[in-house]
């Protein structure tokens, strides 16, 4: 018999560090998403808390010049994905004059084959790479499948780690 799932994970990670231990949200999955929107106040709290301590750390600790870049990935591409909806919350309580922030869309990359990175990495993952290359911080959020990241993430990174 399979667990109740309850856990949703937030991670911050800034230039490759993990900046704060990954939060696990406790919420109750209906009331998480309404419109696409997080609406728990618990996980908003957390996941404030973790947005002070990023600005705080950029301010610290880097010397990024102008607007401080981001990236968010998620680790679910339906379109009610509460990991999702936690993503373009925390990016929400940037300010927009010291951060940009776009949501990677990788929904058409095929599957990694070693057969077609032969015959040419595809259009798709070079492009995938440079949006990640030219980000400051990363910001994921991912469900937890079978104790593990989901496969569409592992794909993706599978993928733009051989460009
Ligand atoms: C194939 C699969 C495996 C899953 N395995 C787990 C698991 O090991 N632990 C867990 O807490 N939830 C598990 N779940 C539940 C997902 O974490 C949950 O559906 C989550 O809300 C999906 O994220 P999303 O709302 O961003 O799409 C699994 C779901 C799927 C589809």
């Known amino acids: 018999m399979r667990a109740t799932y309850e856990l949703r994970k937030m991670m911050v990670y800034f230039n490759g560090e993990v900046l704060n231990k990954e939060i696990h949200i ?13 609406t728990d106040v618990e996980a908003q709290k957390a996941i404030g808390n973790q947005m002070t301590a990023f600005q705080d750390y950029i301010k610290m600790y880097t010397k990024v010049s102008g607007r401080v870049k981001i990236v968010g990935i998620s680790g679910s591409l339906r379109k009610m994905s509460t990991n999702t909806a936690a993503i373009k919350f ?5 300010p927009k004059d010291r951060f940009s922030f776009e949501l990677l869309d990788y929904s058409d990359l095929s599957m990694y084959n070693g057969d077609d990175e032969a015959m040419s990495v595809p259009a798709n993952v070079r492009k995938l790479h440079a949006q990640i290359l030219g980000a400051d911080a990363i910001i994921f959020g991912c469900p937890e499948y079978n104790y593990s990241v989901s496969g569409v993430l592992k794909n993706m990174i599978d993928w733009v780690s051989r460009v």
């Open 26 to 38: 406790p919420v109750n999955y209906e009331k998480f998403v309404t419109e696409l929107k997080l």
């Open 90 to 94: 925390a990016a929400s309580l940037l």
